[in-house]
Nanobody
Framework: QVQLVESGGGLVQAGGSLRLSCAASERTFSRYDCGWFRQAPGKEREFVAAKRWNMGTRYYADSVKGRFTISRDNAKNTVYLQMNSLKPEDTAGYYC????????????????????WGQGTQETVSS
C-alpha cells in the first residue's frame, strides 16, 4: 500500500505562486506514474497534470497549461506541482495520485487510472 502525503497548500494572492509537494512511502516510487487533481467546492474532481515514470512527456489540463509544472525527484520519492500566475479559479483541494506504471491503462487524465491517493492540500487564491 502506497501512502501519499501532500503539503504546500495555503493562501496566496492572484498572480502569486505556490509549490505543492507529494511525498510517497514507496521506495520504488520511481516506477509509479503520478498525477495531480483538484476539486473545488461543489464541483467534481478534475485532472490537473500527470507525468509517466519513465517518459519525459508531461500532461496538463488546458486551464493550467503554461502556468503549472509537474516534476518529480525520484531520489526523494516526491512529486511536485509548481503553480505560477495563480488565479482565483485555481482555488481547490489538490490531490496527488499514483499508479504502478505496469498497471497503467493509458488514461493519465482519468481519475480511475490511479490506485493511490493522498488526503489533499487546500489552496486558496484571493483576488
Amino acid at each position: 500500500q502506497v501512502q501519499l502525503v501532500e503539503s504546500g497548500g495555503g493562501l496566496v494572492q492572484a498572480g502569486g505562486s505556490l509549490r505543492l509537494s507529494c511525498a510517497a512511502s514507496e521506495r520504488t516510487f520511481s516506477r509509479y506514474d503520478c498525477g495531480w487533481f483538484r476539486q473545488a467546492p461543489g464541483k467534481e474532481r478534475e485532472f490537473v497534470a500527470a507525468k509517466r515514470w519513465n517518459m519525459g512527456t508531461r500532461y496538463y489540463a488546458d486551464s493550467v497549461k503554461g502556468r503549472f509544472t509537474i516534476s518529480r525527484d525520484n531520489a526523494k520519492n516526491t512529486v511536485y506541482l509548481q503553480m505560477n500566475s495563480l488565479k482565483p479559479e485555481d482555488t481547490a483541494g489538490y490531490y496527488c495520485a499514483a499508479l504502478l506504471s505496469a498497471r497503467a491503462q493509458g488514461d493519465e487524465r482519468g481519475i480511475t487510472e490511479y490506485d493511490y491517493w493522498g488526503q489533499g492540500t487546500q489552496e486558496t487564491v484571493s483576488s
